[in-house]
């Protein structure tokens, strides 16, 4: 009895915790994963967490704590990719377009990131670290040694646009029907699609005309969740726009 009392204490502690000391935003997204890791359990949709983007790691503390009341979550494993050097100098098409970002911004290196995570709660036999930049670390090799079979939840957390241009390449092959796909600063660009994260998924489902997504949950100022879905081979390849609205409305992105 007190081991299951524990834990839901301390998760009311913290959720009151953030919303005392005004950190609405931070107690939004936490209700906000509860619903995607609820939809991803009901669902039964198997596989890994990937996050790319850790920061300091109050994301990787709030999903952890998200999966906590779920018997089948608690052996999901939690693949965290970032270089631990914070964002890299915004070249190519992110050059001079948002002038919040920065080469070396969010840095927080991966002694520091492991002692947060785990003064959160979180169990760190369960986490693996993947430090580098994503145009070089996210390669084949890397996929053979983490063998993910498939993504249960992906969030999406690096900013710019020339980062998630090699997250979304990275993980088109663990994409199954249900995989939740969160972007975190996907309105960050005045709400632009043609910038940042937006852009980059716009490009990538055009790319890949067998994924599909369902506009789910938003949540705070700029994130958003998709449900993705893979057409099988046998399916004829789709003419029609790949993204639903939850009103059911289909739309392009503008890339
Ligand atoms: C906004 S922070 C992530 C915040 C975190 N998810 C949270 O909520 O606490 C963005 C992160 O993306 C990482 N990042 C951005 N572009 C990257 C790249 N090309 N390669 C590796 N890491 C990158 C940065 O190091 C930084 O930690």
């Not at 705070?220 to 003419?239: L, N, Q």
């Amino acid at each position: 009895m007190r081991r299951l009392f524990r834990p839901a204490s301390a998760r009311i502690t913290r959720l009151l915790f953030n919303w005392a000391r005004r950190d609405r935003e931070r107690f939004v997204r936490q209700l906000f994963f509860d619903t995607i890791v609820g939809f991803v359990d009901d669902c039964r949709i198997e596989g890994d967490y990937l996050e790319f983007g850790c920061a300091q790691g109050s994301s990787l503390i709030d999903m952890f704590d998200s999966m906590r009341p779920y018997p089948r979550q608690q052996t999901t494993r939690f693949l965290i990719f970032d270089s631990f050097e914070g964002l890299p100098e915004p070249t190519g098409h992110d050059a001079g377009v948002h002038r919040r970002y920065e080469g070396g911004q969010f840095a927080c290196d991966i002694d520091q990131y492991e002692r947060n995570v785990r003064a959160g709660g979180v169990d760190m036999q369960r986490v693996k670290l993947i430090p580098g930049w994503y145009d070089q670390s996210l390669n084949e090799s890397l996929k053979r040694e983490l063998a993910i079979d498939k993504a249960s939840i992906v969030l999406i957390d690096c900013d710019l646009y020339e980062s998630t241009v090699p997250v979304l390449d990275f993980i088109t092959s663990y994409i199954q029907d249900g995989t939740v796909l969160i972007f975190d600063d996907w309105f960050s660009y005045k709400g632009r699609l043609d910038q940042g994260e937006a852009k980059a998924f716009g490009e990538w489902l055009d790319a890949h005309p067998s994924i599909r997504a369902t506009e789910y949950q938003k949540s705070g100022r700029t994130m958003i969740s998709f449900i993705m879905h893979v057409d099988d081979e046998s399916t004829p390849a789709r003419s029609d726009p790949p993204v639903v609205t939850s009103g059911g409305e289909r739309f392009r992105h503008q890339s």
